[in-house]
């Protein structure tokens, strides 16, 4: 709401010689001087807001500026719910997980995509099992495939350091 009220000059502030006016119908009332087009806006007990300070002349408008902000910040209000925030939800598993562990995990994560989230699957080794990476290969590719029907791979295995990580996004529908 505050970067909107900082963008125009209003009323006393506009020291332009010459004007294009608007009126607050969107009627167009030519070129005139600041000071008769304030004095114009006073007689509406409206505000005098320049709009396009780089036009040449710069061009101003009459209206109702609380009026005009309230419908902006109303206006960014509106935008900001239909918005999705999509979370980055985490499964870990080891190398030694068995096949109904895996399903499990699956399972969550399957509700997690499903509710339009991204899913990140790590398996953490620890000391020697760092050396078998290929199992941990395996066990991502599995669950690539259990979840393949709501699910694309959107950053496929690779291994950090000492995890080992797969991003799945919900398919678009």
């Known amino acids: 709401m505050n970067n909107i009220s900082k963008n125009f000059l209003l009323n006393e502030e ?10 607050h119908d969107g009627e167009q009332l030519g070129l005139m001087s600041s000071s008769e087009a304030l004095k114009m806006a006073e007689e509406k007990d409206m505000d005098l807001v320049m709009i396009s300070p780089s036009a040449k002349p710069p061009v101003c408008k009459i209206m109702d500026y609380g ?12 935008a900001k719910k239909k918005q999705k925030v999509v979370d980055l939800k985490e499964v870990r598993v080891s190398p030694k997980i068995e096949e109904h562990d895996i399903m ?3 399972t969550n994560a ?10 990140k699957i790590t398996v953490r080794f620890r000391g020697r099992e ?17 979840l393949a029907d709501v ?3 959107e950053k496929p295995a690779k291994l950090e350091g000492r995890n080992m990580i797969m991003i799945l996004t919900p398919k678009k529908a």
């Open 67 to 78: 009026k005009f902000i309230y419908e902006q910040a109303k206006k960014d209000r509106e």
């Open 14 to 23: 506009i020291r332009e010689k010459e004007l294009r006016i608007v009126g």
């Open 104 to 106: 499990i995990k699956a």
């Open 110 to 119: 399957r509700r997690f995509l499903q509710e339009g989230d991204k899913v």
């Open 151 to 153: 699910s694309t791979i």
């Open 130 to 146: 760092a050396d078998y990476s290929h199992v941990g290969n395996k066990i991502l590719q599995n669950f690539a495939e259990k």
